[in-house]
């Protein structure tokens, strides 16, 4: 087993085009969480992986040395986890292309033998044609010719909406269709597989109210006139485990389902997809691609929610909007469950879970975000 491990990201990247002293580059940045896996402190030697050796002078890390922007070192105490932003700023070239990079994390002082890689991210940068074609010769304006023939159209056509639209009611809402008769999860899977072509956006979140045994649910919500031709499908992984729902250990119920939805949308990654995290490490990485608008972070114990089954959410107001602090970003809540009776996880989770709010408090510190409420 390695000691660290690193957080799989999105499996690509979107590069944005701007301006560089004149040049045209793509930009943009990838986040990995690296952890370390150990009950004891450990230095972490982290460095690009390109995958062209070409293209290594187009990534850094932040916070490396300028003499060395691709490599650098991190101290991570027991299960502590850290984030790394690996830069990317690609000039364009005569043709496009695509590229590739992971990041790797090797034990200082054992990096032959104690090392673990990233997933691969992939990205494409556009030519610099593309980016600016080559201007057509002037032409005589014939559009001057009609411009007044055109001002008397555009003038009529708007008398004629005007009158159509007193007369007609709006376009009806868009419809959502319930699709919880697929029962398992593959079935779920199996049904977005078949109708991805159909799909803009999928939307999967731990549901606290529905059971953890038979009460996942699945809905496809059409895309409302006007909007694009796109449907989003919204799904829910039932956690509850008291009241009249069946007794199941929670821990290997979620967590699976989850990471089916994961795969599958990685696998399709047009598709937006927002899948609710599970571990703490899931949890970092879902603020780490959020912290731009994040202002504070409350840090909750939660005696209602079974050890094991942590989770984050921004804080809703009562009028159904989403709180903000001071400086007018959101406000995020991290809830740590530490309930363990039956059919909870049965394991003393006192040491682990203190160590969930070090976790989440270091991250917050390093992204110059407030937090609130923590507990001792």
Known sequence: MTTFQISDPAPTVTLTEVDDAGRRAARGSVAFVVTNTTAVARTASVSVVPGLESDRTSFSIVGASPTGPTTTSIDLPPRGVATVTVMISVPLGEVARNGVLSLRAALDGDEDNDVTDSRPVAFSVGSVAAAAPVPRPARFPWWMLVAGAAVVLVVGGLTALTVWSGR????????????????????KIEYLERRKGEIGALTVTVDPSSCIVRGDWIRRKASAPGEGDKATISAGVGSKVDGDCPRAEPRGEIHPKLQAYRTWAARNPDIYASIQPFTIEEIIEFLERRFNEIGSLKLHYDENVCYGLDKVEPEVRDDGTIA??????????ALIGTRLDSPCQSDDPRNERRQKIRDLSRWADSRDITTLDRPE
């Not at 709006?170 to 008769?181: S, V, Y």
């Not at 903000?324 to 809540?333: A, E, F, H, L, M």
């Open 324 to 333: 903000s602090d001071s400086t007018g970003k959101q406000i995020y809540v």
């Open 168 to 187: 007609h009611p709006p376009p009806p809402p868009a419809q959502e269709e319930d699709l919880t008769g697929l029962v398992s999860t593959q079935q």
